[in-house]
């Protein structure tokens, strides 16, 4: 590495201007990053992280957000106060930047081929059939499996892991000096994370390039960074090389977020408790239709024959790379697309229901999606979105009633009940998620599909969260269908676990027996990835 800074970040301070108050969200934050380095921010939702990274490609909502002091130096410019033009430029050539959430950067009207495309046109002038082909090579390598097919692909038709992965495939077409990756690796499963991180870590090697890396994931840190700033409250509380600062934590705040980790276990299973949602042979399966007629070629299994049962005060945990079938399982039990074989709720069979008939059953059946930006209306304050559901099932309820029960829920996900008059844009993405676990709850369900609820929590929340769902699940005898790919949450909180690949179930039983003695090579090269060992078999996994 050289001693001379690529980027040089001195005494930077940013503002909020709304309403006539202004608040400070950075003070003062200080760091260099040099050509092949790699620089991680970490802390919690709200420590000022995100702002202090999209100051520097100033992507910040100017001018309700301003600089009271500090610079930002980039190679041989200022980008404190530059131009607009002069910042275009910069963006996605020399600078580059893989956002947290893909679904609300991504184009909705535009394919995967005309996104990453399009980045190669503008700065690099390609034609048509190079930047095919280079669009292709980057969907490769960031494991994206038969690339050809998914060009013609819209970001809704993909799962969040892959969205996330086209995300990085555009933020690297251009093969920036700099990367700036927030929360990159949040959608992805653990075995893909490896593959990402370790392509990151190669083109740094091969061309020199930078990269802040902001994380709330403390185990990703160690792998990939050369060194850490720890910030809480807009400020750097700690920095220093990561080894020394993981070793020996000198600030209390680097010291609670080393130690915070979901720990525990779930609360005791009784089988003689009533089952809540039982599938027999459930299947969803996608046509392929090609051809002039578009007719059908073939299908996409996406979910092929599963059963499960699943009782009051359980919880089963679904595992599996992205794109296996664990979210398109959940959106059939709960009748939000199409399938066939046997869905019983509450001992009724709902598989033929119309939307009419599940509408009364949508209070008892609750889920908290993955994105959680994409699933909280931008038009609605916080108070309305929790109190939405409310209004719909509990009319009788006064005003103040929904008001009440609105404010006790944003207090037990963690969440100051004040800022229920604030908007969704106004949050930070940990902080959007306690939202929308907070509109799930607060219609006490019998049963809620857990889509990821803690991907985009720091660890300490996560810790929070799942102790906070571990204590709702004893008290109302809550159902939980919990899906992710951070096994260790699902150990935390899972009685059961069933593990998926390509639609299918390879692996299922007790949560215990299946992470101490996993039975098929798939499942030990899950669990291998997720306790970062260096025998983990990637490999295996993709084939």
């Not at 709304?18 to 919690?44: C, K, Y």
């Not at 409310?390 to 004040?418: C, M, T």
Request: a neutral charge; proline letters at 5%.
């Amino acid at each position: 590495m050289t001693e001379t800074p690529l980027l040089s970040v001195k005494d930077l301070s940013v503002a909020f201007t709304q309403n006539g108050q202004t608040s400070l969200a950075v003070d003062r934050v200080s760091f260099d990053i040099r050509p092949g380095e790699t620089l991680a921010v970490v802390g919690e939702s709200g420590s000022g992280k995100s702002v202090t990274a999209l100051s520097i490609l100033k992507l910040l909502p100017y001018p309700v957000a301003s600089h009271p002091g500090g610079t930002i130096h980039f190679k041989d410019r200022e980008l404190v106060g530059a131009d607009e033009d002069a910042m275009r430029k910069l963006r996605g050539n020399d600078i580059s930047m893989i956002f947290q959430e893909p679904m609300t950067s991504l184009n909705p009207l535009h394919t995967v081929e005309k996104q990453i495309a399009e980045i190669l046109r503008v700065h690099r002038g390609m034609g048509e059939t190079a930047a095919r082909t280079r669009v292709i090579e980057l969907l490769t390598q960031v494991g994206i499996r038969d690339p050809e097919t998914r060009l013609g692909s819209y970001p809704h038709q993909l799962s969040g892991g892959q969205r996330q992965r086209v995300m990085i495939a555009m933020a690297l077409a251009n093969e920036p000096d700099l990367l700036i990756a927030d929360e990159p690796t949040t959608a992805l499963d653990v075995t893909v994370q490896a593959q990402i991180l370790k392509l990151l870590k190669d083109l740094q090697q091969a061309r020199g390039m930078a990269m802040l890396f902001i994380t709330h994931d403390l185990g990703i840190v160690r792998k990939i960074a050369d060194k850490v700033c720890v910030m809480t409250k807009g400020r750097v509380v700690e920095a220093g090389p990561v080894e020394e600062v993981f070793s020996r934590p000198q600030h209390p705040y680097t010291q609670h977020l080393l130690a915070a980790e979901p720990k525990g276990q779930p609360p005791a299973e009784d089988l003689t408790r009533p089952v809540v949602v039982e599938t027999k042979d459930l299947r969803v399966w996608f046509p392929v239709k090609r051809g002039l007629m578009r007719r059908t070629v073939s299908h996409i299994k996406a979910v092929d024959g599963i059963d499960l049962t699943l009782r009051e005060g359980q919880t089963l945990g679904i595992v599996g790379e992205s794109g296996s079938g664990k979210t398109t399982l959940g959106l059939a039990i709960l009748r939000m697309i199409s399938s066939t074989g046997q869905i019983a709720f509450n001992g009724n069979e709902i598989s033929k229901f119309s939307w009419k008939d599940m509408r009364p059953l949508r209070r008892d059946m609750q889920i908290v999606f993955q994105d959680p930006f994409g699933a909280l209306s931008p038009r609605m304050s916080v108070s309305d979105i929790v109190g939405e559901g409310l209004a719909v099932h509990h009319p009788r309820l006064s005003a103040d009633e929904r008001d009440a029960r609105v404010a006790a829920a944003l207090v037990e996900v963690g969440l100051d009940p004040s800022t229920r008059f604030r908007y969704p844009h106004e949050f930070s993405g940990g902080q959007r998620q306690r939202i929308s676990i907070a509109r799930a709850l607060v219609l006490e369900p019998k049963f809620v599909m857990l889509d990821e609820p803690t991907s985009a929590l720091d660890m300490s929340v996560q810790a929070q969260v799942v102790e906070l769902l571990r204590e709702l699940q004893k008290k109302r005898g809550l159902a939980y269908l919990f899906i992710s790919h951070d096994l260790k949450v699902v150990r935390a909180l899972a009685n059961d676990v069933i593990v998926m690949r390509h639609g299918k179930v390879v692996e299922s039983g007790r949560a215990q027996d299946v992470f101490q003695a996993p039975k098929t090579d798939y499942t030990r090269a899950l669990m291998a990835a997720a306790l970062h060992l260096e025998t983990a078999d990637v490999g295996a996994v993709n084939e």
